[in-house]
């Protein structure tokens, strides 16, 4: 044979297999949500910016999802699933309202997000809600939760990446502690005041929040929304 | 667990009219464990000038014997005070000498600068990278928390008592959101005229 054939035999191939070990299903598209339930009111507020990283994706992303006429979501965390779970939860309300000829309370949609975040358990929802609106008695309520649905009805909450700035102003400012004055509870306009200058304080110290928010007032006559801007930078 | 956060502890100072406040909170403990609760971490180095330290709690000894030591030899050199700017220098080059070895505490200074008494306040890392501010600097555990109460609360020009009523609420807020800072705090407000010091009892948890 004059040209041999040059079979690599077995031993001299070493091919090292793709790893995706480094893959992620999770990222934090970034973002605040707060919440004040004040007597028969609730301020829901929210900045719409959509970031990755470094970059930001848009500067109009809203974090709010109307449920009924009486309750509001607001979700930070992965747009993905934020998406996937307001979608599942807009079918399933229009299902019970469908089967019960009336739509679902608040207090009975908040254990219903709840349930439908523990189903996920085991491959959660990167999704950290704040829900918020009137009860069927027309007392305005609220809700925190975390990604696998351990909730707990409060006064004021806030989450997202600006949820360690935000939480000890409403501390101070809504649940009036370390001073020496009388606990009330806040009118709308001053609950509202509260949310929007903690949106503006987030806005300016976290990276991830800023461009517009949303604030949304719900309360026995209806739900309004208003929308101011943040910086940009 | 990060070395930073086994002890824990914060210090916040703001600027005012013609007065600094520089405050800290008064826990020392062992991660879970509080061991006292009389541990300022704010330090007099002139009438004029405060050191805080936050971080592992014997550099935050270490540091301040260090500084001291360094400030005495000057004094009686140049028979003179250090002013704030100049020791702020001085402690950005003791934490750099250490580059590759830092010392784990981050400081903050607040102080009255030069004859006019221009309040003067800064920060660094732990290699002492510094930052000049001219509203309010932190450094500590709870550094988000302290951003957004000050961000939201300050204002420019406040009086030494109102800077006082400020700064109490920033710090006792931001605190009570962090498991390992707190247990009351210690507020010093600098004027032209004397160093008021104050003791808080904010939750003893």
Not at chain 1, 38 to 43: Q, S
Not at chain 1, 208 to 228: H, K, V
Not at chain 2, 74 to 99: D, G, H, I
Request: aromatic share 10%.
């Amino acid at each position: 044979m004059n040209s041999e054939l040059k079979l690599a035999s077995v031993s001299d191939i070493k091919e090292t297999p793709l790893s995706h070990r480094d893959f992620s299903p999770y990222t934090n598209n970034g973002g605040t949500t707060i919440a004040v339930a004040g007597k028969d009111f609730c301020i829901i507020g929210a900045d719409t910016r959509m970031s990755d990283g470094y970059s930001i994706n848009s500067r109009k992303v809203t974090k709010l999802c109307k449920l009924t006429d009486k309750c509001v979501l607001a979700s930070s965390g992965m747009q993905a699933d934020i998406l996937q779970l307001q979608k599942t939860l807009k079918a399933s309300l229009q299902m019970f309202e469908h089967n019960n000829g009336k739509q679902m309370s608040t207090p009975a949609i908040a254990q219903f997000l709840a349930n439908q975040l523990y189903y996920r358990r085991f491959f959660p929802y990167y999704s950290f809600n704040v829900l918020g609106g009137i009860d069927e008695f027309g007392n305005g309520c609220c809700w925190s939760y975390d990604a696998v649905g351990s909730h707990e009805r409060v006064r004021y909450t806030s989450s997202g990446t600006g949820q360690q700035l935000i939480q000890p102003l409403l501390d101070n400012q809504v649940g009036k502690t370390n001073q020496n004055v009388e606990k009330t509870l806040l009118s709308a306009q001053e609950a509202e005041d509260v949310v929007k200058d903690a949106l503006t304080s987030a806005g300016e110290r976290d990276i991830y929040t800023g461009d517009y928010a949303d604030i949304c007032r719900i309360d026995t006559t209806g739900i309004y929304f208003s929308e101011f801007e943040l910086k940009f930078d | 667990m990060s070395i930073m956060e086994y002890n824990g502890g914060a210090v916040l100072a703001m600027v005012g009219k013609n007065c600094v406040a520089i405050a800290s909170d008064l826990r020392f403990g062992v991660q879970a464990q509080t061991l006292s609760t009389n541990f300022s971490k704010v330090f007099p180095i002139s009438s004029k000038c405060f050191l805080g330290l936050s971080g592992l709690a014997t550099d935050i000894l270490t540091l301040h014997q260090k500084l001291v030591f360094k400030n005495n030899l000057y004094k009686l050199r140049e028979e003179r005070e250090m002013s704030p700017r100049v020791f702020a220098n001085m402690v950005a080059s003791t934490l750099y000498e250490k580059r590759f070895g830092p010392f784990f505490s981050e400081p903050v200074i607040a102080g009255l600068e030069g004859p006019e008494n221009k309040p003067y306040i800064t920060a660094m890392d732990l290699l002492g990278a510094p930052v000049d501010a001219h509203d309010f600097v932190m450094s500590g555990t709870c550094t988000p928390a302290m951003y957004g109460m000050c961000e939201t609360l300050y204002r420019p020009n406040l009086e030494p008592d109102d800077l006082f009523e400020t700064i109490s609420q920033c710090l006792l807020a931001a605190f009570d959101r962090d498991a390992i800072t707190g247990w009351g705090a210690v507020v010093h407000i600098l004027t032209p005229t004397g160093v008021i010091s104050r003791k808080l009892k904010g939750r003893q948890d």
